[in-house]
């Protein structure tokens, strides 16, 4: 690969929340340990059975990760997630729903997607979203200030 197409390393070190329902579960450890030299340099927050996943299938790559793990999402993890989302403890969130299933906990996953839009964290619901966020040049870049959302009311006149 010429050096103009790799992609650069990042300097700063994130916080990444990882959250998978079941269904996704698989899909989530598959790009996990695809990006485990990416990621392992990095805080990893996960819910309590997607984390266990995670760690296990480093363990086995021979990646070491600093990785939390929350209560799993219907025991309250969605909720522990969306707090440290709202106290600005986390800098992007991949987030593998599964959209075939109805989840016993929509409230919670609902709350988590919300405060991610509201506090202006950006958020992955699938791999190729994920990938584009997680190399992302604008994390390194010392000029780019996200801006704030603006809630204005429209006027139609």
Not at 142 to 151: F, G, L, T
Request: glycine content about 4%; hydrophobic content about 40%; aromatic content about 6%.
């Amino acid at each position: 690969m010429s050096e103009s197409l790799k992609i650069k390393i990042m300097n700063k070190t994130l916080t990444i929340a990882l959250v998978a329902h079941d269904q996704r579960k698989a899909d989530m450890v598959e790009w996990a340990v695809y990006n485990a030299k990416m990621l392992s340099r990095h805080h990893l927050v996960c819910t309590g059975t997607t984390g266990k996943l995670i760690k296990e299938a480093f363990e086995a790559k021979g990646a070491e990760a600093k990785i939390t793990c929350m209560n799993s999402g219907p025991m309250g993890g969605d909720a522990e997630i969306a707090a440290l989302v709202v106290r600005k403890q986390v800098n992007l969130a991949v987030f593998l729903i599964d959209d075939l299933s109805a989840q016993p906990h929509e409230a919670d996953i609902q709350m988590l997607l919300r405060q991610c839009r509201i506090h202006n964290v950006p958020i992955a619901c699938n791999r190729y979203s994920a990938d584009l966020m997680i190399t992302s040049s604008l994390w390194d870049d010392s000029h780019y200030v996200p801006s704030q959302p603006k809630y204005v009311k429209f006027d139609r006149s």
